[in-house]
């Protein structure tokens, strides 16, 4: 008998309980034995739940455990997390966990020490929920150069932009609907903003790199700006605006990092990702393009890659582990997002400062006038096929907001990224 | 330093040493070690190529080489790779394959081999080229059970559907150019007829059961009797046809099982697999629906799978290995063909005996009438809703070709599936 114990008794902390019980049998199959979950810690009281005898408030009573050896961490967040899971560690036991945040931020301590004491610190959950991406890309694409990976990384984002397209409603609309569906959280910043999805590509990189990217470093923006009526120009030019997350190594050794909204043509494979689905396209040297598409989130599929990681935990239990996955580099691959290239739909006010705008673009880059959909405003794209940095671009955009009177309502409506 | 042998210097086999000299510098790093192609067995000479110092016609130079610690099988077939796969096992050394016709045939012996002997065998390359599939569903879903597998595995039909489609061409044309762009072998009939594709779905359907299925037990129809009527007509519908092999879990404990070409509307994921692409979609009971997409062979593609897999290998090494993937079992879990319900469209010629036949059908499902597409012809789907098994349909549409006059063009011009 393998005895565990779960951290954190929210979501996906019940929702590995359940998923344990629901698939008992084929589990201790696979592994061979039978897997007990023994403790289960929160700080609150769950005396109606069908395991109330194993709740706990003393996180002695899982650390000195001495016959608990996988510990699953569910807590959430940077605070008691990272030492419970250092605590954990510690104390000779394996952990695995779905805690995105707390994996980008100490992933590689975390990592060195669990590699020092032999044991396993798994987090295929933390990306796509439960969809098979961190061990793909690690295991499967070990023979490759991982060229490129763009995702769409949260389903709450995905969720309200495919709405606002469909419905044609606007975000602030698609966000109420999305918050009664319980597909958006109350204060839901963190994924409308991006850096949820900042979180999750700042691990897929370091996961295919093999070095440590912090994600402080990649430029992150959300889809607030986004508007239904970029929704219709994206409509006229058969794309869809989707939150893309972007890691793509240039010519030399750098690897450029984005998490904007953007234009993507349907026939891309990321465009059948709608509603709170997920996808990740990945590009390899040697195997080209592949695509891992499911829902990106949810209970029980978030719990059963958790489960599915102790599962791998044990069987690797006093087996040398590999190699540790993200080296601490000094070398700053992550390119500047000013010198980063880019192409963009640009929408703007009717009037002769736009014009005046237009004709400073045009003088850095190739610009398309685009069929004109509304009355009272113009759109284009930008730096199709002469190269524009990211730099450039907001130079003159930011020179041009500057420059007009603050008191009116700005000429300068949108800019959104084509992927 | 970790030395391998290639046995079989085809497209695989040079892929992956090719792949090897491209990767080296990532491949050594991810395993802290450095891989060394030791010897190329191959019965032809190569001394033109890059390693022609390494080859050997003496299977004897690598089977009683103790350095020699990973096998590369990449000849094909189940004659002599049959015999050298064991070979290998036994005399110590872990084997790598993308044969999926062994695997397919000889499975849960070489496996049993490997097994006994703290060794591995590994066949990520035998489905879907390069795509992670083998790995993602034993490892990664080993907390689901599996409900549904739906893929398309085999290059060769997709292609030729897809320009059958898009071209509107005949199956003759498109097999004609997909032999000269060199996706279609001169004798294509593994591809055309399924056989490929079924002995792929055997060792998916095997990996997410955990016993073996025999592929002999799967029903299997190729592409060879499509015509571009059929595609004329799933247009109208808003459908692809797509050759699908399919593993499903009745509501009992019994497996339905299916190789056939079936018409699959464009909404679905699977519907973005054009050309060479391979989709498979795969439904766990917690995960929900999952997607993995991607070029489902081509030489560096498939070559990139077999140096994971040999780097997998190379870090077990010496570990206690996994359980054995595949029990064979007694059980016949295989759902016999005839119980199996069916949805089909069906396509008649006008005329007093198709209307004879359409009211057979309608006493017993539910039909539907397509809008004609053809002067001379009409054609219907058949048991949307109301069930009927694959036996009953069949013994209707046998006992009307039966009872036709032999001398003259037969009424019933075809019967395909949808999903």
Not at 28 to 37: A, S
Not at 144 to 149: G, L
Not at 237 to 259: C, F, P, Q, S, T
Not at 303 to 317: N, R, Y
Request: net charge negative.
């Amino acid at each position: 008998m393998i005895n565990i114990a779960v951290l954190g008794y929210g979501t996906v902390g019940s929702g590995v309980v359940e998923v344990c019980s629901m698939n008992k049998e084929s589990i201790n199959k696979k592994l061979g034995d039978k897997i007990f979950i023994k403790k289960i810690l929160d700080v609150r009281d769950f005396p109606d739940e069908p395991l109330a005898d194993r709740f706990t408030k003393n996180p002695d009573e899982v650390f000195l455990d001495p016959e608990i050896s996988v510990v699953v961490e569910t807590i959430g967040g940077i605070g008691i997390a990272y030492e419970y899971t250092k605590r954990a560690l510690e104390a000779g036991k394996s952990v695995v966990t779905s805690n995105k945040e707390l994996v980008a931020t100490y992933g590689p301590e975390l990592l060195a020490i669990a590699y020092s004491k032999k044991l396993s610190y798994l987090f295929e959950a933390s990306v796509g929920g439960g969809i098979p991406i961190i061990r793909p890309l690690n295991k499967c694409l070990s023979a490759n150069q991982v060229e490129s990976i763009y995702g769409i990384l949260n389903g709450t984002t995905n969720y309200i932009l495919t709405r606002m397209k469909n419905e044609k409603i606007s975000f602030e609309t698609a966000l109420r609907e999305a918050q009664i569906h319980g597909y958006a959280e109350k204060i839901p910043t963190a994924d409308i903003e991006g850096h949820d999805t900042c979180r999750k590509i700042a691990i897929l990189a370091s996961v295919a790199s093999g070095e440590f990217i912090d994600y402080n470093q990649i430029y992150t923006e959300g889809i607030s700006c986004v508007t239904d009526r970029d929704i219709v120009y994206a409509d006229s030019l058969n794309n869809k605006i989707k939150l893309i997350a972007m890691a793509k190594k240039d010519r030399g050794n750098m690897i450029e990092l984005r998490v904007a909204p953007a234009f993507i043509p349907v026939e891309s494979p990321l465009a059948i990702a709608d509603d709170v689905f997920n996808a990740i396209l990945i590009e390899g040297n040697a195997l080209g393009p592949a695509m891992f598409y499911g829902k990106g989130a949810g209970k029980m599929a978030t719990a059963s890659a958790v489960l599915a990681d102790v599962i791998e935990a044990i069987l690797h239990t006093h087996l040398t582990p590999h190699k540790v996955l993200w080296e601490q580099t000094n070398t700053i691959r992550v390119k500047k997002h000013e010198n980063c290239a880019v192409k963009a739909f640009i929408r703007l006010l009717e009037g002769a400062e736009s014009k005046d705008l237009l004709e400073k673009i045009k003088s850095c880059t190739d610009v398309t006038i685009l069929p004109k959909q509304f009355e009272d405003e113009f759109a284009f794209l930008a730096g199709k096929t002469i190269p524009i940095t990211e730099g450039a671009l907001s130079d003159i955009l930011e020179a041009f907001k500057r420059q007009e009177d603050p008191s009116k309502k700005s000429s300068f409506l949108s800019m959104i990224r084509l992927l």
